[in-house]
């Protein structure tokens, strides 16, 4: 049986240009070579890039969803694929195996729409926030998940035809779970899969300057877009409840509370609520919406 073609995208915004030459040395030890290699600069030139990675420079940037989306067509015009592989510019692949463990996992199972890999640091650390699970357990033990680590994950081409693609309008922040749950919706499986790792610094979300609006504002344009009316108001008060609970910053805090505010009036995009079959699901799966 042949692999699967696998296409890898990354994004830079040029900051990072030592490791993402190391990232890409280390795509180029994969023992499986991906079809095609597309670099964004998400509103960045790009430094020189290796022979058979494509770069494609933007004027500004479009946020991670945008960023993403962009690279998906990129993708699509140089040649079909079966996977998509999405990797964080300052990650590093530290097994030469990654892609032909992935192309098995996705060969072994049609359905399977996405694959999260486990984000380690130097040492071998994994982050609480950084194990797709609501009781995190061992970040080694994998399985079906409901969502997954936007810094490095397969996507199926034929589930990203069905669904479509990242969701412009979420610029960074949850932009994963939203795709997570439509894929969910559709019927396709989601797998943490622990022994696929991407070195990855150990950092915080909060290093981000928008982070505390995003988050606030995505989560409530995720629950206007995906959620059944009766659960709209019982997700967004649990979330409500644990940020004022964890909030160690009353600066954080009004940024939170502008963002809501901002995802409570503005439009995010056409409404689709999930079946309640799919409620079901990521309730047996330890996650469900509400939460």
């Given at each position: 049986?042949?692999?699967?073609?696998?296409?890898?995208?990354?994004?830079?915004?040029?900051?990072?240009?030592?490791?993402?030459?190391?990232?890409?040395?280390?795509?180029?030890?994969?023992?499986?070579?991906?079809?095609?290699?597309?670099?964004?600069?998400?509103?960045?030139?790009?430094?020189?890039?290796?022979?058979?990675?494509?770069?494609?420079?933007?004027?500004?940037?479009?946020?991670?969803?945008?960023?993403?989306?962009?690279?998906?067509?990129?993708?699509?015009?140089?040649?079909?694929?079966?996977?998509v592989v999405d990797l964080?510019?300052?990650?590093?692949?530290?097994?030469?195996?990654?892609?032909?463990?992935?192309?098995?996992?996705?060969?072994?199972?049609?359905?399977?729409?996405?694959?999260?890999?486990?984000?380690?640091?130097?040492?071998?650390?994994?982050?609480?926030?950084?194990?797709?699970?609501?009781?995190?357990?061992?970040?080694?033990?994998?399985?079906?998940?409901?969502?997954?680590?936007?810094?490095?994950?397969?996507?199926?081409?034929?589930?990203?035809?069905?669904?479509?693609?990242?969701?412009?309008?979420?610029?960074?922040?949850?932009?994963?779970?939203?795709?997570?749950?439509?894929?969910?919706?559709?019927?396709?499986?989601?797998?943490?899969?622990?022994?696929?790792?991407?070195?990855?610094?150990?950092?915080?979300?909060?290093?981000?300057?928008?982070?505390?609006?995003?988050?606030?504002?995505?989560?409530?344009?995720?629950?206007?877009r995906h959620l059944p009316?009766?659960?709209?108001?019982?997700?967004?008060?649990?979330w409500a409840a644990l940020?004022?609970?964890?909030?160690?910053?009353?600066?954080?805090?009004?940024?939170?509370?502008?963002?809501?505010?901002?995802?409570?009036?503005?439009?995010?995009?056409?409404?689709?609520?999930?079946?309640?079959?799919?409620?079901?699901?990521?309730?047996?799966?330890?996650?469900?919406?509400?939460?």
């Amino acid at each position: 049986m042949r692999h699967l073609r696998v296409g890898v995208a990354i994004l830079t915004m040029g900051n990072r240009p030592a490791e993402l030459q190391a990232l890409l040395d280390s795509v180029a030890k994969q023992d499986l070579q991906p079809a095609h290699i597309v670099v964004v600069g998400n509103g960045s030139p790009l430094p020189p890039l290796p022979h058979g990675a494509t770069g494609v420079e933007l004027s500004e940037n479009l946020g991670v969803s945008g960023g993403r989306n962009v690279a998906l067509d990129e993708l699509r015009k140089l040649g079909e694929l079966d996977v998509v592989v999405d990797l964080d510019d300052d990650g590093l692949l530290i097994s030469p195996d990654v892609f032909s463990r992935l192309a098995e996992l996705h060969e072994q199972d049609p359905k399977l729409g996405i694959v999260s890999f486990r984000i380690a640091d130097e040492l071998g650390r994994t982050q609480r926030r950084h194990v797709p699970r609501l009781r995190v357990g061992d970040p080694r033990r994998g399985g079906p998940v409901t969502t997954f680590l936007g810094g490095g994950h397969s996507l199926s081409v034929p589930m990203l035809e069905r669904i479509g693609g990242w969701p412009d309008e979420f610029f960074y922040a949850h932009e994963e779970t939203d795709l997570a749950w439509r894929a969910l919706d559709d019927g396709w499986n989601i797998r943490y899969a622990p022994e696929i790792v991407l070195q990855h610094p150990y950092t915080s979300p909060t290093r981000h300057a928008v982070f505390h609006r995003m988050v606030a504002r995505n989560r409530v344009w995720l629950a206007k877009r995906h959620l059944p009316a009766l659960l709209v108001p019982l997700y967004l008060g649990v979330w409500a409840a644990l940020t004022a609970v964890r909030s160690r910053s009353a600066a954080g805090m009004r940024a939170w509370a502008a963002g809501f505010a901002e995802g409570v009036r503005t439009p995010c995009g056409r409404r689709r609520p999930m079946r309640w079959r799919t409620v079901w699901r990521m309730t047996k799966l330890g996650r469900p919406p509400i939460i």
